[in-house]
């Protein structure tokens, strides 16, 4: 894999690094980590490449890689937002499929072409909705397909942070700084950083869609340009309701991704921060803790289970299990076999439907009312 | 105290008798427990009180007791809600104090009435907000007070149980079936029940007043005449936002009393359903976890601990801290000298504003919009 | 009821005043509260009793109440240990009924002959072990009766409190002086103040009986008298084998009691600072969280809730149960009707049996081995 | 990397891999992974290393790489413990570094052996005690090392699993045959396979020796070779006293690791289930949680953290940290700069010590008493 983005002073470079080659799949082998060519050289040494390989852009290394027989069989995109959707076009347009970090574009506008150039091209996309590799996630996503809470009637999910509580952009802290810079992020701050994360494992485990959103968006911290906090109701398209809300400015909370559905016989509770548990409740029946690994999970979470029960499988591995379904796409697709990506892997559908989330509760925000998707 | 309410099949009179009793400073001597003469006779031996005091119906009780030398010394309210209003009154007019299970009235405008009778009373008044009782809500409390965690600038509270998930209300249940009428419940279902309880320890612990509010309300089970799930977006008086969640059928809860205040350096949480831990999370600081008993707990909190750290205090002596402050508050005012009962003893002003609060909630709904308060 | 003990800075007198009155059954109206007339007339006042029914010690208390029409129906022995007996004898003789906080009497010797004393009376003797009455406790014994966690294999319980990390007694403190006295505390230390609940806990939960220990008892508080650290290896009288541990060093515990009970298809664990939650673990099904006042529970839980599930029942609550059955049994025995106590309710048996825990522990510490119960 | 061990079944095989890759420090590039080469070449096609390299048994692989340019740095020890002596003689003999699983050997005599070859070889050798690489383990280590609990007087650790609750070993499951056969696990069951973690745990983390030890040693189910159920007293360097536990009968229990150490100020609980979170309980202050990566730990910590707080890293993560820290100490080696390994790094006196407690734990169970260090 050839990696766009991930130099001097990104969290997440390291991170899709890491994730993509924990299951001995997938192997980094290239990048263009920088804007600056020394940049991208000096994280090249840090992921111990070829230094011939630490490309000062992405253009030059899609065309450099493209003429090796041992090229990168696809593009990892770990930069800021803006630049999702040339680096992705670029790298379909070069016949390299793309995995690229969340959400898929700057806009909804964008998304749509991105979409499009995806259909176009044949080649396998995947998106890193990381909590959707979690492998409780996985076995809530199948007790709710299996209809085992009844029908369900109310969903709650809501994404608290506290690192943006204060002016941090304004120190030099180069995630900050991108991240509340609308030209790079997009229009969306809070809630396309992280309010996409909890639309999409709402969609995800839920197998329902939002059909329509009410969302309020404030900036709390003052000079900021983007909202840093958000809450939203939520009607689904089974008659559901509920409320998502994001939140950068939760100070004292990490990351805390907390996500509960309510059926007619019972509900669930999942929690990022102890992602191993999964937490069920009856109307008549005991509460129930299911544990990661346990001989009781069904095939869907069973399957992406590393360790035994009671060792600890953590973010890194979340994210290595979407690396891994994209791998084994990838294997699927060199076959001339691809069909669609398996329904676990996010793709560029729920890359699509994240911008559209965004747009739609900047738009809702402004109306101070409801809008449909 | 004599006690109007809480015959047969109540579950909140014994409630009351327990925690009215727990500190030594009251005793129920007299009821009208039931509509029913009989079904009075029949509680009152439970609560072996004298036969002779327990009466067929309030204003029987009003009229004999206040003719005894050891007549009560006040009444307490703890009928559905209908009938909160014209047993107030008629006690108030017989120069009884009164204090009240929530929510006040049935209604906003039976509540401003009972103000002005409160008022011109000059009789103490007070309502059993039981979770205002809670030594770590008060030890919240008081660290809002003091500024502890900065300016306030998000609040998140919710409410959620699981029991009226079902139609409980089609099978005789009597609690259910009082709860889900409008003519003996008010306008409000889960979020008059319940809602109220939220908003109540919102406003109680924050210091601040919601001004504004973007309420949806539900009514989930097919045929119920009141709500019964309800989402709502709030503003506060000093610029905070926030959420407001309630719902009867969240199947799988019990009794999920959940608040969260966000400040500019840190942020606390409360759990009912885990009482004696107080949890505050600082910006750059471990996690600190609050114990009730505790030697480090502020005076407000250390005041109503009954037992050492490590000895749970429960639900009942919560709603005993209210009565224990309501009987203090009656011996100043036999001995002349009630000012305004304490801050901390919830009264009719949080009475009134519960009901703005209720009717508030239903006219967002109906308007689909932000009303104010 | 009348009280023996509990003056002014008790904090036990308090809590059994509240747990006996606390279902209504009982009423604190006699008192030798304090081995100064002066003393106990004060805490008559607290208690708000008939002034002249706070005696100035229990032999005048015994004389002058077995006189009275409305005597009390039964003496409350709260003092400190070496009292236990004397008290409970006098009463006995008296032909008075007696509940008697634990442990029993100061020594196993003395505890042998409150059991001849007891039975020769024919009248009802409780003992107040407190964490014997929470409901889940009972769910667990229940649970333990039959069967469902298989043959019982592995036991381990513990009771840890860091309360006197430092030489409390020395300042004054009430509480750690008497406690760390052996004049009135008996020769056991911690393992007689808490060591002997977690002991019951043990057998009352398991159903099992303790017959072989090794203990091992530390002192680590220089200067201070009896042991404030414990370890215990266990053997059970059907082959389990497990541990015991108690200590008033662990500094940061506040009341930290924790039963674990293995058997060859699952497992329970029960905590007393969480008291509302049973915890099972299975070998092969998702751990199941048993809640208070659930539907599910067994008859023996249920009839001991007094609140909805969710509404958090605590310490004082447990050891009202313990009252209620108490005075249940009182009724009985009034009426002639007397068999044996309640097998829910800890009796002389559970009292000699801790005391000789107690002996036994220290016998054992002496030889560094094993010993025989 | 050459792999010894971790052919088909084995847990423990891909775990190394991929803990040993995570950082992008190292890789594996061969391997003896079984004993039948057959075996061999299928796990070294699903560890996709070079076929060449999949070697029939240890000697071959030693032989084979030494003659290599591109030869393994270092042998990786994963097999059933009977094997670990011969493999990293024969490694050390060849001048190659090993990092081997634990126990070090499987006796003490063993051990002792190896540490005079280890130390005539002058080579590193690593020993993975995972639990020693988890952040908030070294961050505990760091608050014991500077004293903040004050003198450390009690300590108590316990490792429940419950997966050999049944005999297992007779279905032909490959994990639980070695473990409890004597003729490849050595002379401890959970006392060597937990119990030895548990007791490395409590050594690394407190800073303190256990000098004194009285253990009983229990096999549970019926046939079964070695102990399934373990408990100790223990006596430390510094007059400190506690308990280790260890058990793999404990039905329910999935990897509970809890180390708990007491001070004179305050202590300190860590659960592995829970690996992220430190509690801190002080004696008269709020008690603290602290979170895996926060900016408030200490150096030691910091410094192995890889994700951003909140984001969980679990028990490869841990195993990592290990790995990289070997990695490092390989690097420093070859430079000729090796001093003794890093204190944070288990080696061969954790191996050691290991093996003397296993020994020791099984001579005080022989003699029902006390036996020393």
């Given at each position: 894999?050839?990696?766009?983005?991930?130099?001097?002073?990104?969290?997440?470079?390291?991170?899709?690094?890491?994730?993509?080659?924990?299951?001995?799949?997938i192997?980094?082998?290239a990048?263009?980590?920088?804007q600056?060519?020394?940049?991208?050289?000096r994280?090249?040494?840090?992921?111990?490449?070829?230094p011939?390989?630490a490309?000062?852009?992405?253009?030059?290394?899609?065309?450099?890689?493209?003429k090796?027989?041992?090229?990168?069989?696809?593009?990892?995109?770990?930069?800021?937002?803006?630049l999702?959707?040339?680096?992705?076009?670029a790298?379909?347009?070069a016949?390299i499929?793309?995995?690229?970090d969340?959400?898929?574009?700057?806009?909804?506008?964008e998304?749509?072409?991105?979409?499009v150039?995806?259909?176009?091209?044949?080649?396998p996309?995947g998106l890193?909705?990381?909590y959707?590799?979690?492998?409780?996630?996985?076995?809530?996503r199948?007790?709710?397909?299996?209809?085992?809470?009844?029908?369900i009637?109310?969903?709650?999910?809501?994404y608290?942070?506290?690192?943006?509580s204060?002016?941090l952009?304004g120190?030099?802290?180069?995630?900050?700084?991108?991240?509340?810079?609308p030209?790079?992020?997009?229009?969306g701050?809070?809630?396309?950083?992280?309010?996409?994360?909890?639309?999409?494992?709402?969609?995800?485990?839920?197998?329902?869609?939002?059909?329509?959103?009410n969302?309020?968006l404030?900036?709390?911290?003052?000079g900021?340009?983007?909202?840093?906090?958000?809450?939203?109701f939520?009607?689904m398209n089974?008659?559901?309701?509920?409320?998502?809300?994001?939140?950068q400015?939760?100070?004292g909370?990490?990351?805390?991704?907390?996500?509960?559905?309510?059926?007619?016989?019972?509900s669930?509770e999942w929690?990022?921060?102890?992602?191993?548990?999964?937490?069920?409740?009856?109307?008549?029946?005991?509460?129930?803790?299911?544990?990661?690994?346990?001989?009781?999970?069904?095939?869907?979470?069973?399957v992406?289970?590393?360790?035994?029960?009671?060792?600890p499988?953590g973010y890194?591995?979340?994210?290595?299990?979407?690396?891994?379904e994209?791998?084994?796409?990838?294997?699927?697709?060199?076959?001339?076999k691809?069909?669609?990506?398996?329904?676990?892997?996010?793709?560029?559908?729920?890359?699509?439907?994240?911008?559209h989330?965004?747009?739609?509760?900047?738009e809702?925000?402004?109306?101070?009312?409801?809008?449909?998707?």
């Amino acid at each position: 894999m050839g990696m766009v983005g991930g130099g001097p002073g990104a969290f997440i470079g390291p991170v899709h690094r890491i994730a993509a080659e924990l299951d001995g799949k997938i192997e980094l082998v290239a990048g263009a980590f920088s804007q600056s060519p020394e940049g991208s050289r000096r994280a090249g040494a840090t992921y111990r490449i070829d230094p011939s390989r630490a490309y000062g852009d992405y253009q030059q290394m899609l065309e450099a890689e493209r003429k090796r027989a041992d090229a990168i069989d696809f593009v990892a995109i770990v930069t800021p937002n803006h630049l999702h959707l040339p680096i992705a076009l670029a790298a379909l347009e070069a016949g390299i499929p793309v995995m690229s970090d969340k959400p898929a574009t700057a806009s909804y506008e964008e998304a749509l072409k991105l979409a499009v150039a995806v259909a176009k091209s044949g080649l396998p996309y995947g998106l890193t909705h990381t909590y959707a590799g979690y492998q409780m996630v996985r076995e809530a996503r199948a007790m709710c397909a299996a209809g085992k809470l009844g029908a369900i009637r109310k969903v709650a999910v809501e994404y608290f942070q506290g690192w943006l509580s204060g002016p941090l952009e304004g120190t030099g802290h180069k995630q900050a700084a991108w991240r509340t810079d609308p030209a790079r992020s997009g229009s969306g701050g809070a809630i396309g950083d992280i309010g996409t994360h909890a639309f999409h494992l709402l969609e995800y485990v839920s197998g329902l869609k939002v059909t329509e959103m009410n969302a309020t968006l404030r900036t709390v911290v003052p000079g900021r340009k983007l909202d840093d906090d958000c809450n939203a109701f939520l009607r689904m398209n089974n008659g559901a309701a509920g409320t998502l809300a994001c939140s950068q400015v939760a100070a004292g909370e990490m990351n805390e991704l907390l996500l509960r559905i309510y059926g007619e016989k019972g509900s669930l509770e999942w929690q990022q921060q102890d992602p191993n548990r999964l937490v069920v409740r009856w109307l008549d029946k005991p509460e129930e803790v299911y544990h990661a690994a346990a001989s009781y999970l069904g095939a869907d979470a069973r399957v992406v289970a590393r360790t035994p029960g009671g060792h600890p499988e953590g973010y890194l591995e979340a994210f290595a299990v979407l690396y891994g379904e994209f791998a084994d796409a990838l294997v699927a697709w060199k076959q001339g076999k691809l069909g669609p990506l398996p329904a676990t892997l996010p793709g560029i559908e729920a890359g699509v439907r994240g911008m559209h989330f965004i747009e739609r509760a900047i738009e809702s925000n402004k109306r101070q009312g409801w809008v449909e998707f």
